[in-house]
């Protein structure tokens, strides 16, 4: 894990306490790579770090209705699930930075579920790979 003072200006801060480059505030989706699915088959693979203010209880999950179509991905070894969980973490910074990202077997706006601290569910929209509306494309290597 490592840390930041602040999450970068292209991220929405949810619930005070995780950051994720929404639709909201970011202008392009993110860029996906080839890449292989829990079950082997084709699919893509945005990189993108999570952001979780110390000290706080977060969970991310997709839909169900994105079950065995869309994963997410953070921490070492970081091991594809349909939610994560960022539990009370403790660091040097306000922020831990959990490398990982989005892996999805076609690419799309992606509804994230978050949930902080035991509270109600928020629902944000990750471009992966492609935009969401109002969002332009994925940058090109």
Avoid: N
């Avoid at 991220?11 to 829990?38: C, Y």
């Avoid at 403790?90 to 930075?97: L, M, S």
Wanted: glycine fraction near 14%.
């Amino acid at each position: 894990m490592d840390g930041a003072a602040a999450p970068p200006a292209d991220f929405q801060v949810v619930g005070d306490a995780v950051a994720l480059p929404t639709s909201d505030v970011r202008k392009a989706a993110l860029q996906a790579a080839e890449a292989k699915m829990p079950d082997g088959s084709p699919g893509s693979y945005a990189k993108q770090g999570l952001l979780v203010r110390r000290g706080r209880h977060v969970e991310l999950s997709v839909p169900e209705s994105l079950t065995g179509r869309a994963w997410l991905v953070w921490g070492k070894p970081g091991s594809p699930g349909a939610r994560v969980v960022a539990d009370r973490c403790q660091g040097d910074k306000e922020w831990i930075v959990f490398p990982g990202g989005y892996l999805v077997r076609d690419m799309g706006c992606l509804p994230i579920r978050v949930r902080v601290d035991g509270g109600a569910v928020q629902e944000v929209l990750i471009g992966v790979g492609a935009p969401c509306p109002g969002q332009g494309p994925a940058p090109q290597i």
